[in-house]
């Protein structure tokens, strides 16, 4: 995730059928980000219809609980106010918003919900992301790493809106699952992608627009310096990272999905329930041939409870990467969808990761390069339609690189 200091291309269009484009300039990370007392952002909703009205307020409710922005709401009783926000319709048409905060400007700050898809949670949460200082994530200087731009799919009067962000600081990991990386047919001339992703495996992530990803929230606890206040400084380990909602002394390690501990050092219990206990665990691996792992479903060789949880994160020494071998893999499936599931983060300990099911004839996964020497592995079979299967079975191993295997 990034936080802008340049501001070459204010909009956004959530409906991708149509961009208002706003003048804009250079600024530091300073002079974007709404300061007060306590990082506070002042509003106002200028929208029509409850359910607008209850979606801005469920995207504002959802900013609050995950970070240390607060906003206050206000109406026209206070006129000398010189920096709030307008959030609503706008007569230029479509959705969009400014990034960061406009000190030099003499009027409100405009977050427009015009048009179709403008008014759904997910997209005000994103216009919003915009307001707070986000760029969007697929403008990253290094996202030709992980993505790849078809220009030649993308509409001639959205192209700025896929330009790379050289002079932009990033504060977290690239995050295709970012609520403000766009989809891969977002603004499409032709119905062809406009934005491949590298890991096929995790084009299921871009264009969310459910809320904040884990590494949103990195990114605004980073640049509102939620934690500043902090009396001592955990250590906060395996992806998870220092955060505070409140911005005083109230701080605590925020952990990927799963993990839990004062320094996400352990698995979160209720990650590991079910009719056979508890189910997983962290394992370090080191680089010795000898030092295998078998992880796999409860009662492998024979059918799996249902109603189950597992999770186990597997780590190796810095430098390495993780190799999850496996030697059996049958989870129940229709042809539709996963009845039940393996999901195997490989990419990043906070990110989702692709859900597995069905029968393999063996296969191989290799830790990515963003969190190399870790690896997450979750079993789910919680589901209770229909029959369980025998599961999977693997090996984990710590390697130095992938081409040793």
Known sequence: MQIGLFL????????????????CWVTSISEMIWTN????????????????KENVLKAIQHLEDNTCLRFLRFDDALPDLKFYLRIGKD???????NIGRMRESKQ??????????????????????????????????????????????VRENAMLNFMMMEGVETLAEYDVGSIMHYGTYDFSRNSEPTIEVRDQALSFLAGNRRGLSYYDIKSLSKAYRCTVQCPYRLSCENGGFLHSLKGNTDCFCKCPDGLAGN??????????????????????????????????????PFNYPRRQKCLWLLKGPTGSVIKLSFIYFDIKADS??????????????GQP?????GRWNGGIIVSKDQHNNMMVVKFDSTEHVGYATTGFAAIASAIVTPDTF
Not at 8 to 23: E, R, V
């Open 8 to 23: 070459l291309g204010c909009y956004s269009a959530a409906n991708h059928s149509q961009i208002t484009f706003h003048a």
């Open 263 to 300: 320094t996400c050092n352990r698995i979160d219990p209720r990650a590991m329930s079910g009719p056979h206990g508890f189910c997983g665990g962290v394992i370090s691996l080191s680089l010795s041939w000898f030092d295998r792992a078998f992880i796999h479903s409860p009662r492998f």
């Open 353 to 357: 990761g692709p859900r597995y099911c």
């Open 91 to 97: 007569s230029a048409g479509g959705c969009y918003a």
């Open 37 to 52: 007392t306590y990082p506070l952002i002042l509003w106002l909703t200028y929208v029509s219809g409850n359910k607008v």
């Open 108 to 153: 409100p700050q405009v977050v427009s919900l015009s048009g179709p898809g403008c008014e759904d949670v997910g997209s005000v949460i994103h216009e919003l992301g915009h307001i707070v200082g986000l760029h969007h994530e697929h403008s990253r200087k290094d996202r030709n790493k992980y993505i790849k731009v078809n220009f030649k799919n």
């Open 336 to 349: 539709n969808k996963c009845i039940h599931w393996l999901e195997v983060r490989s990419n990043l300990v």
